[in-house]
């Protein structure tokens, strides 16, 4: 199987769009900057307070003042902006980001999202996370299926929601879900796995679309 | 009106038990030297206002290890364990509020707007004990202005009134809060004359600024 | 994607009982081009939001002066006598808003946000029939989000991919009305190659802005 | 008699204060700004979106862009700032405005200011004025005592307010009257004026201060 890592930001890639804003969480959802189909413009923002966000820098060539949201070295660029927090955020909350790609500890068929914390055990708080995932036009959950065994895909999240309603696509190594009304229905599988494997790592039950596609790896 | 200060003069303004706004993201942006002079003096029991408790050995971040701040009104708290540690202790009140709302929060306190009418947080715990409005069948979260006794902030270029510029990433909730405290500090990487900065490049007028110390840079 | 268009193709956006903001203070600021463009193709029935009716021989003054407009949202009507005649002879529906209200109605409509809570206009007309929400014990008035069809606004300099700067007092509410319309046209005195504005210096970043003009400058 | 309007503007800006952002009104209110006492350094702000507000520039020398809230030509001073109308209006509402100074059509015993419309007659709208007087930390109105005869301050205003209990100070030629709990009180009076000639073109019962001045003319 090709790196799992990999093949989620790939997937994840294709469903960007030319003239799209869009914002990539902490961790996985950041490599899916690496895989913009060509031929498609699509802009990157970083809530700490810019768009236009590019690769990493390479060590030694940080930029003063140019970190991306996670504090972490960044670029910018040609038609980059920066602007202060309120309008990051107006941005996000006001339906101009096009997209929005996080990871999950829990995400469910009503397109609940839970991401930011675990009661007594971790709490991180939720940075930018609940306005990301209310404002974004799209919202995308990009992980792997499960965490070490554990189901994350359920009926219903258990954790403290981070927004209710609002994850549109849920993207994993083993599938494409997509919330709908009447639940999370199956769209794509990895082309090495059976509906009942993917069921079996999932608490939720799955629609199963009649056009059942291969996931592209 | 002469602002510029000594960095000695100007932490005289802030005392025990006060409210201080603290600009930054992750650390970026911060006002280092102010910060330092705050854990010198031994300043305790402050309430913070901030993007984050940023990292156990930077800016806010040592506040928090320094035992200086009872209470922080943050986004986020993942990168600093020492206060995830001190808030399950009990011995630190963490607010965690989502970072959208914060940014609103601080500029409604510092445009003379009544509270913020938000989306973000609804069907979460961030709505518990809050009233809601609803307006035009949508319904939203009232959210309260915030404003402080003191905020510090950093700016790149500041001419001798006041006027501010912020760099890149650094400038992300510094210029809301200059304008949501009584007394604003703004530590300036560099001080320039007058005249120097084009009235349509300021980004902070000079207005909001109390005092202006010398940064390190 | 190409934003730069022709005048013809961009009032082409623009349909009979549209809403159209329009930036501009007293005519500083306004796009004189795109109006004038209105007025040839004998577009009607339009609602403007804007902060004034200017003067009979400018912009949107003579926009009311043509009647185009059926309706006007703004602060003040004083400077355009035709306006004041139509809204007492009943041929033009008058909508008089302070202009701070105004200012946060049409952010609040960009930025995601339920309404704007102001103390401006407690204790006169401004306050009737809207409702009032107390907040520690403070009364504001609940003004409601404006958002329009169709942004037209006016900039000093654009580059090609949309990224703003204003000159001086032209900038007023044109920053704001290119967050809050589904379609947003800026007129530019200037237009730039992409990566000569300084990301420091826009004003209105780039994914605001949906097609360019060449202004007359 | 010197000239009435001169008298008006010296002495309401005896009121200014050494770091002071004020507003003034169109017309007598802006010759305040010819009389700022020598040694102290105030601010003007112009509301369509600047601080840092200059005279009037000489025919011929007029800077594109740059006009004052009448629309006029305008200049700016070093360290001036340009912001757009919500900033601008920020300002206002903030509480960061030290002192606006308007004309009246009426204003009353309980600090009540009408200066917007005169239904059926004359409806130019409230402009910025409903924000400066609800938002302003001192609001002194500046006016001729009456109008052509007719009296101006009252024991309650008949025409539709601009604010509610907003007013602290009025300036006429014929003196200045403090709003307080208590009712208008003069507290200085025209040199060659009796208190019953002030109290004869006044409707509102005038309060005698014990410290009853002469006017500095």
Redesign the interface.
Known sequence: MADVKTIIAKRVAMELN??D?VNLGIGLPTLVANFVPEGI?V?FQ???????MGNAPETGAE?????????LP?S?L???????????????????LDCTVLGALQVDAKG?LANWMIPGK??????????LV??AKKVIVAMTHTAKGDIKILEECTL??????QVNLIITEMGVMEVTAKGLVLKEIHPDLSVEEVQAATSAKLIIAPDLKKMCL | MEKIITLEEAVSKISDGMTVMIGG?????SPDLLVDKIIEKGIRNLAVVA??TS?PDQNIGKLVVGKNVSKVI??????NPET?RQ?NAGELD?V?V???????Q??AGGAGLGGVL?????????EEGKEKVVVDGKTFILEKPIRADIAIIRA?KVDRKGNCV???????????MAMAADTVIVEADEIVEVGSIDPDQV?TPHIFVNYIVKGAK
Chains 1, 4 share one sequence.
């Open positions: 030319d003239g804003l413009d802009t970083s809530e700490n307070g810019f768009i236009g930029i003063e003042n140019l970190v991306n949201a996670g504090g960044s910018v040609p038609g980059a902006a920066f602007f202060d927090s309120a309008m990051s955020f107006a941005i996000i909350r006001g339906g101009h609940n971790k709490v991180p708080g939720m940075g930018g996370a609940m306005d209310t404002g403290p929601l981070t927004a209710k309603g | 993201f992750l650390g970026t942006g993007n984050d990292f943050v986004s986020h708290i993942g990168t995830g808030m963490v965690l989502p970072q959208g709302t914060l940014a609103e601080v500029r938000t989306p973000t947080g609804l069907g979460t715990i961030v790149s912020f760099d890149k990433a650094a400038r992300n909730f510094n210029p809301l980004m």
